[in-house]
């Protein structure tokens, strides 16, 4: 299906274990983001990508890492998982500048133990 | 420092009837205001926006008026629907920081039929 789809759509881990979320977009939209939702503080940039091989650090990139390899994946790794990563990760796109509206997908729920 | 405020987590009202979500901003240089909608086990999906040479935007039962002196925006649904039932998100790029989108906590809005 076109779109942008994420997975696993939930994820159960321990702490200090190492975790990948998926992210492909079909699109072919040049930028990319990954957001983490926490109550009380809606929607949290942790990393976005321009391009292909550009990534950047949003408000909340420490213990998250990135890659781009290819313009329509962009997954995001916790190196080291930690309790307070436990949270609903959503991956977006967009196709131009950052201040245009962005497609989201369904989400991943983590939960670190 | 979260610079886009939503001050009420959650609003019921009665289908048929107005109701209007709030948001608050700090940062006298957003000049783009952006409103998501979000269904559980879903992600946001963009509903309207609204530049700050305007003061009003309309589409359809959805109105955002934006009042740039006291920094606050709102979200007006005429008339609700159950369907409308959702967590509301307002957001704004923030130029300081490569116009990333910077959230608000969200407002979970309740149709009641």
């Known amino acids: 299906d076109a779109g942008i789809t994420q997975s696993p759509r939930y994820k159960i881990t321990e702490t200090g274990r190492q975790v990948t979320l998926m992210c492909h977009q079909t699109w072919s939209h040049s930028y990319m983001f990954w957001y983490r939702q926490d109550l009380g503080h809606g929607l949290r940039l942790i990393y976005y990508?321009?391009?292909?091989?550009?990534?950047d650090k949003g408000e909340v990139p420490d213990g998250y890492v990135v890659s781009r390899s290819k313009t329509e994946n962009f997954p995001l790794t916790l190196e080291s998982a930690t309790r307070s990563q436990t949270s609903v990760y959503f991956c977006?796109?967009?196709?131009?500048?950052?201040?245009?509206?962005?497609?989201f997908g369904s989400g991943t729920q983590l939960s670190v133990l | 420092d979260q610079q886009v405020k939503q001050n009420s987590p959650s609003l019921s009202v009665q289908e048929g009837r107005i109701s209007i979500l709030n948001c608050d901003y700090t940062?006298?240089?957003?000049?783009?205001f952006l409103w998501y909608k979000k269904y559980p086990a879903e992600g946001p999906t963009f509903l309207i926006s609204i530049s700050s040479i305007k003061d009003k935007n309309e589409d359809g039962r959805f109105t955002v008026f934006l009042n740039k002196s006291a920094k606050h925006l709102s979200l007006h649904i005429v008339p609700s629907q159950p369907g409308d039932s959702a967590v509301y998100f307002c957001?704004?790029?923030?130029?300081?920081?490569?116009?990333?989108?910077?959230f608000g906590g969200g407002t979970r809005l309740m149709v009641k039929p």
């Open positions: 940062n006298s240089m957003f000049d783009y």
């Open positions: 990508s321009a391009a292909a091989d550009i990534t």
């Open positions: 957001a704004a790029p923030r130029k300081n920081a490569g116009n990333m989108l910077t």
């Open positions: 977006a796109s967009s196709e131009g500048s950052l201040n245009e509206k962005l497609f």
